[in-house]
């Protein structure tokens, strides 16, 4: 009898540690080569529940002030090989190891009553939707799921796009339309056609230096992650964090790197501070000195400080019809006479800035520049 109830015991075991082992997910694969067909290849995330989660290893992290793409909002991850760590830098990307995967997912919040398939969703700020490690896929929408991964060679951008069903991601290196309606919380409508770039497009904006032409980072820099972060365990600081987890080196105190401000908090910086970091995050990778439109001679990411590499009384270089019929890129105390806000205020194609990225205006970021405008002195005469 007793050896019988062993036999059952010891049966009742390795059906557990089985089923154990087929619930427990694989871990993140690097692909040192090659171009995975499906995002679930990676192992960065996984659906499990009608949730997104997170494996073993990725590490989620915010930007202060993040870049507009048509009101969606982003899930962002890191990912580096164990041992591995990246090099700090105070102002440019840091330097990652190779087998780094970084991931940003692109996700709407579903709007009540509409269908599981509606082209329907919200235009909000972000809620924190992301809670307890996980993404609840009967809240939001998931779009796409950007990666990008550092080989031997250099980095590679691979965007997926995510299936009806929210259960996998399909590479589409030519990039797919989606069709939305975003709707307001008064339930006014805009329709929105969501461009998922293809990879040369993804080249366009991570191609920050010109004559290289290599994909970099944009976000992950000093001044975009030096903020606080709700982890599983408790809010830290993200630099702090990378430090604790091993996957960041030589970095100082957060209260000895930059900081670049949120563009929303009003109350804890200034105008001038907010507008710098919203143009640096949004403009400031294709119009630096280095970078795609450094000949047009206006520069806006957060290292220039010259007034007219700034667009102050700057006459246009090469805009065309982008400028509206306005003389220069910033009248100071005139918004409606700048350049930058006619850009930016345009959903026209030959003529809005950005150039990609965008199907429909960010009212909250023009409102911002034309009140940064409206508030500098002097004139262009």
């Known amino acids: 009898m007793t050896a019988t109830r062993?036999?059952?015991?010891?049966?009742?075991?390795?059906?557990?540690?089985?089923?154990?082992?087929?619930?427990?997910?694989a871990p993140v694969r690097f692909h040192a080569e090659g171009q995975p067909a499906l995002l679930s290849e990676w192992g960065v995330l996984r659906v499990a529940d009608r949730q997104l989660r997170?494996?073993?290893?990725?590490?989620?992290?915010?930007?202060?002030?993040?870049?507009?793409?048509?009101?969606?909002?982003?899930?962002?991850?890191?990912?580096?090989?164990?041992?591995?760590?990246?090099r700090y830098s105070a102002e440019g990307a840091f330097e990652f190891p190779v087998g780094t995967v970084v991931s940003k997912t692109f996700y709407y919040p579903r709007v009540p009553g509409e269908a599981a398939g509606s082209e329907v969703v919200a235009r909000s700020g972000s809620a924190g939707e992301f809670r307890d490690g996980a993404l609840d896929l009967n809240q939001v929408r998931l779009i796409e799921t950007r990666l990008l991964v550092r080989r031997q060679d250099g980095w590679i951008a691979l965007p997926y796009v995510w299936n009806a069903e929210q259960t996998e991601a399909k590479l589409m290196r030519g990039g797919e339309l989606v069709a939305l309606s975003l709707q307001d919380a008064d339930g006014s409508r805009e329709s929105a056609t969501y461009q998922v770039p293809d990879q040369n497009q993804c080249g366009g904006c991570h191609g920050t230096d010109i004559k290289s032409k290599a994909l970099q980072p944009i976000g992950l820099k000093a001044r975009h992650l030096n903020r606080d972060f709700d982890y599983p365990d408790g809010r830290a600081n993200q630099l702090a964090?990378?430090?604790?987890?091993?996957?960041?080196?030589?970095?100082?105190?957060?209260?000895?790197?930059?900081?670049?401000?949120?563009?929303?908090?009003?109350?804890?910086a200034s105008l001038d501070a907010r507008a710098r970091a919203y143009l640096d995050i949004n403009c400031g990778h294709c119009h630096s000195p280095k970078g795609p439109g450094n000949t047009s001679g206006l520069w806006l990411d957060a290292a220039t400080a010259e007034p007219l590499r700034l667009g102050r009384c700057k006459l246009p270089i090469a805009a065309g019809k982008g400028t509206g019929d306005r003389?220069?890129?910033?009248?100071?105390?005139?918004?409606?006479?700048?350049?930058?806000?006619?850009?930016?205020?345009?959903?026209?194609?030959?003529?809005?800035?950005?150039?990609?990225?965008?199907?429909?205006?960010?009212?909250?970021?023009?409102?911002?520049?034309?009140?940064?405008i409206a508030a500098q002195q002097g004139d262009c005469g």
């Open 327 to 372: 003389r220069h890129d910033i009248v100071p105390g005139d918004p409606d006479a700048s350049i930058l806000v006619y850009r930016m205020d345009s959903d026209d194609p030959s003529a809005m800035m950005p150039e990609v990225g965008r199907s429909v205006v960010h009212r909250e970021g023009v409102t911002l520049i034309r009140e940064w």
């Open 54 to 86: 997170l494996n073993e290893g990725v590490v989620p992290y915010e930007l202060n002030t993040p870049l507009f793409s048509d009101y969606a909002h982003k899930l962002r991850t890191v990912w580096m090989p164990k041992g591995a760590a990246a």
């Open 241 to 268: 964090q990378w430090q604790r987890l091993g996957y960041l080196r030589d970095a100082p105190a957060p209260s000895a790197a930059p900081h670049a401000a949120d563009w929303r908090d009003s109350a804890r």
């Open 6 to 25: 062993t036999r059952i015991a010891l049966l009742l075991l390795l059906s557990w540690l089985v089923a154990a082992c087929e619930r427990a997910p």
